[in-house]
């Protein structure tokens, strides 16, 4: 049977801690942290089908103490590491969203010719052509508060 994760523990424990060195949320960020690299490892070898590859408890634990939280960049490797455990485990619309609301990791855009959006990174994804004709009014009310209906616009939460 293949692994398949909505949301994991290793994630809850990244959003907690943030919320600690935000100061929104009583713990202790470093643990969480710590807590987060552990059951990330460990989440990622469950994809593993054919037992070849496995990640031992000695070695999660000697990756864990080499990596500690910094304060001074607690932000970035919370949301960097939680961009790396939701694009491998496949939940790439997490990812999308958690880059929109930390800005981690910094993404450099890159302009081709004839793309949708030029030198920028797309924020959001447009809505459905059909959904102009099925529900025109409430549409049109949506753009009227939120925006343009194109890549660039960004949604109410997303990071300046």
Not at 136 to 144: D, E, K, L, S, V
């Amino acid at each position: 049977m293949s692994a398949n994760f909505i949301y994991s523990y290793g994630e809850s424990e990244l959003l907690l801690a943030e919320a600690a060195t935000r100061g929104w949320a009583t713990g202790v960020a470093a643990t969480h942290y710590a807590n987060a690299l552990a059951a990330d490892m460990a989440t990622l070898a469950q994809y593993n089908t054919t037992g070849a590859a496995t990640v031992s408890p000695a070695a999660i634990a000697t990756y864990v103490a080499a990596h500690p939280l910094v304060p001074a960049t607690a932000l970035q490797q919370i949301n960097m590491e939680y961009y790396v455990v939701t694009s491998t485990t496949f939940n790439f619309n997490e990812t999308f969203a958690n880059w929109r609301r930390s800005g981690f990791p910094v993404l450099t855009p890159v302009t081709f010719s004839g793309q949708f959006i030029t030198g920028q990174v797309p924020r959001r994804m447009p809505y459905p052509t059909t959904l102009i004709q099925t529900n025109g009014p409430n549409y049109a009310a949506a753009i009227q508060r939120q925006g343009a209906d194109n890549f660039a616009t960004r949604v109410y939460w997303d990071k300046q």
